[in-house]
């Protein structure tokens, strides 16, 4: 059997964390399977629907490197599809029209929340004489559920569930509008897409059960089920917005690289023994469904950033310049020039080790790329006020080397606090940062003046004694 996983998701115009690791999950899965993994954009909600809210979502995927097999499939697309199963449902007595007012149903729910009831239709129109139809009413359809014994799950996940059959309403697979609703589309979908395993959030458990009266009604393979526990916020809450952040998006805008993050909401959920850092090759290969965790796991933004800074220092130069080009754009309105990269792959190693996400990697190299006069910021100003005897005498021994190495630019700053600062290397070294990088945070100085060369380390200089 080849395994077939799906990634089905409902375009709200963002891709919650969430969904992201149940797409996640569900590509693991297949591709540790030599199987299929197949996405659906669940597009029944016209009223809201946008092609910019599915773009949203096939960007998440394509920015976590979650690669599908097959053409996207459209739900909305397949609605003739649904409505005939529906039909012949009703051929085979299996479903039925269901005249019920508004006000009918209104009685029957409150009549079942006054006697504690879960569920409220009292199924009259189940075996009802159809001749009995008022013409005036545009019917529904509700499927025959089970009346008596129970429904049973074997999921990977929550183990076996079970619930008595009389609490499963005849549910509405068609509206009077003669549309599906998402309960019937969905079962059809997952069974003509050929689906083998559905993995995805506890919330959808509930479904499940219904989802599984259409299979067995239309005699269908029923596919496995894994609900997995839903990501829940420090406080215990649901993931959202208030915790920070809740979609891909946001934290791709926040300088984390999808290796991270896929490596992190892997994690978040699913185990193998004690291993935290589990790149996608290690993730593959080891992901199944035993491991993924039976309690609702949750966001720890401190692991996120240890396991970002992880996949920082193991990308190479050019991998995370690619990266972060963007970033340079949108924080510091410059596009990175040819020096500006050279320059950042020569002190890359430091700047590496420094930076928990790429805005922390762009702010703290963007000075390689800058070109004088540079913009000083509030703190460096103040370390330049002041400091210009201290500049010039930095310029004139640079100026006098022969090289200009790392232990040089030390060598001479040094000699400079003796002389000047009672030897305190800080009152040399911040006016020099300043002046080199127009902040007072950035790799070792004396490092990033190696990489700049005397001419360029002398002009900085200069400008900032113009300044
Ligand atoms: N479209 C549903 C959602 O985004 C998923 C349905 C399913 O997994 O069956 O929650």
Known sequence: MTVVTRFPPSPTGFMHVGNARTAIFNWLYARNKGGKFVVRIEDTDRKRHSEEAVAAIMDGLKWLGLDYDGEVLSQFAQRDRHTGVAEEMIAKGQAYYCYCSPEELNDMREKARAEGQKTFYDRRWRDADPTTAPADVKPVVRIKAPLEGQTTIKDKVQGEVSVANDQLDDFIILRSDGTPTYMLSVVVDDHDMGITHIIRGDDHLNNTFRQKVIFDAMGWDVPEFAHAPLIHGADGGKFSKRHGAQSIQEFREMGYLPEALLNYLLRLGWSHGDDEIIPRDKAIEWFNL???????????????????????????????????????????????????????????????????????????????????????????????????????????????????DADKVQEICKAIAAEHMNGKLGKVAMPLRAALTGTTVSPSIFHAAEIFGSDEVCNRIQAALDR
């Open 290 to 404: 035993e491991n993924i965790g039976k309690a609702p796991s949750k966001f720890d933004f401190a692991k996120l950033d240890s396991l970002n800074a992880h996949y920082i220092n193991e990308s190479s130069a050019e991998e995370l310049i690619t990266q972060a080009l963007p970033f340079y754009k949108e924080r510091h309105g410059m596009a990175l020039n040819d020096l500006g990269k050279q320059r950042i792959t020569q002190g890359i190693d430091e700047l590496k080790s420094r930076a928990k996400t790429l805005l922390q990697f762009v702010d703290e190299s963007v000075f390689y790329a800058k070109s004088i006069p540079l913009q000083f910021d509030e703190k460096a100003l103040k370390n330049l006020d002041g400091a210009e005897d201290i500049l010039r005498a930095l310029k004139t021994s640079f100026e006098a080397a022969d090289t200009l």
